[in-house]
């Protein structure tokens, strides 16, 4: 091994808080669909991510929600570059990496890292948490002051496990130490950026919370920049600063989390917000939402917005222009919405609720006129 892959790395300097670490702009992502039993030919394309665009500055926690399928996890591995994308441009600390090759790559790989969904299927079975850990390091030829042993048990520390764990394998652990070593993992090189791909989706409830507050404590102390994917609307908002929502591979509204969860304009996140659970069931304080069909197929999406299918709001317009991502009339300073006909930024009781399932409405119209 050679005198330089022996000492201990010097880490790059880390942005100061507020400046823009990641910038995505008409970022794509297009799978192909092949056809044919004998000729394979291109027949069409999932639009996984159809032209997103957004930021997060050094240190900030973008949580990014929507619907199963929506693109979230594509966007995920799209920074990360574990898939190579269609079109758009995203730029790490100034630098283009949209299609950088692997050696163009690896200088920066150690400062993006990934904390995957399912943490039974990340981890290598055949490997001890100690070597799971260090393999990182090793690839990456750092040796830390003390060794790499000791920067492992210092890891296991910081997320909560036991440091005599080290010599351990993954399948004597629970589901939520296991992710915590996912956590060790992704913090073994000092990163500046955490992809956080649902980290939490496949824990028990009684886990989750303490998964949530071990990662807000490390990009507190660490001030690590997170881009947190989850569909619990509840645990974003704990989580994150700014809160982007995505329908069918788009981003139809982003902004603070204040501006977002309590004066939302687009209909999807009105909707969205809407089918969260409160505590009390029975508070008639909240406005209700029912939408009817699902989601509409990426291959073939609608015209116009995307939303418009299942919008109380569409007209003509809708099906033939594609609203812009713009700032509204009103709204927070960076709080941007893409819709013709947005909402009134509240989420307060309508008058009549908004319910487009006509097999619902039926069932709760029969409900009522039950003495």
């Avoid at 929600?65 to 574990?82: P, Q, Y």
């Avoid at 393999?135 to 520390?157: A, F, Q, S």
């Avoid at 992710?179 to 009684?206: C, Y």
Wanted: aromatic share 6%.
């Amino acid at each position: 091994m050679s005198e330089q892959t022996t000492l201990d790395k010097v880490p790059a300097p880390r942005p100061a808080s507020g400046e823009k670490l990641l910038e995505v702009t008409g970022l794509q992502k297009y799978f192909p669909i092949n056809g044919g039993f004998i000729f394979q030919r291109r027949v069409g394309d999932v639009r996984a991510v159809d032209g997103v665009d957004f930021h997060i500055n050094a240190g900030e926690s973008l949580g990014m929600v929507g619907e199963s399928g929506c693109g979230k996890s594509t966007t995920g591995r799209l920074v990360t570059r574990l898939l190579e994308p269609t079109g758009g441009k995203v730029s790490y600390a100034g630098k283009d990496i949209t299609h950088s090759s692997r050696k163009e790559l690896a200088p920066i790989r150690s400062e993006i890292q990934m904390i995957f969904q399912d943490p039974y299927a990340s981890l290598n079975p055949r490997q001890t948490v100690g070597s799971i850990i260090a393999g990182p390091m090793e690839i990456n030829g750092i040796n830390p002051t003390g060794g790499r042993e000791r920067r492992v048990r210092e890891l296991l520390e910081i997320v909560g496990l036991n440091p005599e764990h080290y010599n351990r394998f993954p399948h004597e652990f629970s589901g939520g130490q296991r992710q915590r070593i996912g956590v060790a993992r992704a913090l073994a090189l000092d990163p500046k950026l955490i992809v956080a791909d649902e980290p939490v989706s496949a824990l028990d409830v009684s886990i989750q919370a303490q998964v949530v507050n071990l990662l807000q404590k490390v990009q507190q102390e660490l001030g690590i920049a997170f881009l947190f994917i989850a569909h619990d609307l509840a645990i974003v908002r704990h989580f994150s600063q700014r809160i982007a929502v995505m329908y069918l591979g788009k981003i139809v509204e982003i902004g603070d989390r204040e501006s977002i969860y309590g004066g939302p304009r687009h209909p999807y996140t009105h909707a969205l917000l809407s089918s969260s659970p409160e505590a009390d069931p029975d508070d008639d304080g909240r406005e209700r939402i029912r939408l009817a069909g699902d989601v509409p197929s990426p291959i073939n999406p609608p015209s116009g917005c995307r939303f418009r299918t299942r919008c109380w709001k569409a007209q003509d317009k809708c099906a033939t222009e594609e609203p812009p991502l713009v700032r509204l009339g009103g709204n927070a300073e960076g709080h941007l919405t893409a819709c013709h006909f947005p909402e009134e930024p509240t989420i307060e009781a309508r008058e009549e609720d908004i319910v487009l399932d006509p097999a619902l409405a039926a069932i709760e119209e029969a409900a009522d006129e039950t003495p």
